[in-house]
């Protein structure tokens, strides 16, 4: 079928922490009184990505609720800051980063994402963003550019439904009034973006900002914007 419309997920796709998540983490230590190294903070965030992943694993359900989903980010920190031998303030500091991130000036549109969705509507194709993330999710895009050049935003949170899961796929192409088979979907994390679009019919497209040797199994990623029309078979 004829594609229709292309939806995206944010993080590591859209969006990009800003400066860097260890730079945030730094400043937010600094100004409650705690300075470290940015190299200390950098060297725990291994550690913080793992907490992550062991608990996206275990169950990644805590995206469909505004409250688990802060407390597994406020685990992420209050762990950092353990690590870091602070241990009074971690929830509460922990927390702050948390906050910070709800910010837009803590997040960066990368440079080849408002050129893209811009010649993508040139061609008449609806777009969309299908994301696990809190409520914040909205204001965020709206102040950074994004959200006007979109049709529809579902966030885990808003809608009670998480990636990849096939109904928040299935949510999406409805309320744009497309059938899964004309609908591709963008996004960084093969588990939650590529299988839970494969899943439903529509056409993944992994891309990977790290220009990281990719996985052998699944599609072979992009590393920018600049080839989308390409990968979609729209030029």
């Known amino acids: ?81 353990r690590r870091l031998g602070i241990e009074e303030d971690a929830a509460r500091l922990a927390r702050r980063v948390y906050d910070e991130f709800g910010k837009p000036e803590r997040w960066a549109v990368y440079a080849d994402v408002l050129p893209a969705l811009d010649r993508l509507r040139v061609l008449g194709l609806r777009l969309g963003i299908i994301s696990n993330w809190d409520g914040r999710l909205v204001g965020l895009l709206g102040a950074l550019g994004v959200r006007e050049r979109v049709d529809v935003v579902l966030s885990s949170a808003d809608v009670g439904l998480r990636k990849p899961d096939p109904r928040i796929f299935e949510l999406a192409c409805e309320r744009l009034g497309v059938v899964p088979s004309e609908a591709a979907h963008v996004g960084d994390h093969h588990y939650s973006d590529i299988l839970g679009a494969r899943a439903v019919g529509m056409t993944p497209v992994l891309v990977d900002r790290s220009g990281r040797p990719s996985l052998p199994v699944g599609p072979v990623p992009i590393t920018d914007f600049d080839s989308l029309e390409t990968v979609l078979g729209l030029s």
Request: aromatic share 12%; hydrophobic share 45%; net charge negative.
């Open 1 to 81: 079928m004829t594609l229709k419309a292309v939806f995206f997920d944010v993080g590591n796709t859209l969006l990009a922490p800003f400066p860097s998540v260890s730079e945030v983490c730094r400043q937010v230590l600094a100004e409650a009184g705690h300075v470290h190294d940015l190299s200390a903070i950098d060297a725990l965030m291994p550690l913080v990505d793992e907490y992550y992943e062991d608990r996206y694993r275990a169950d990644d359900t805590f995206w469909t609720d505004e409250e688990e989903t802060s407390s597994v980010w406020v685990g992420m920190y209050s762990l950092m800051c």
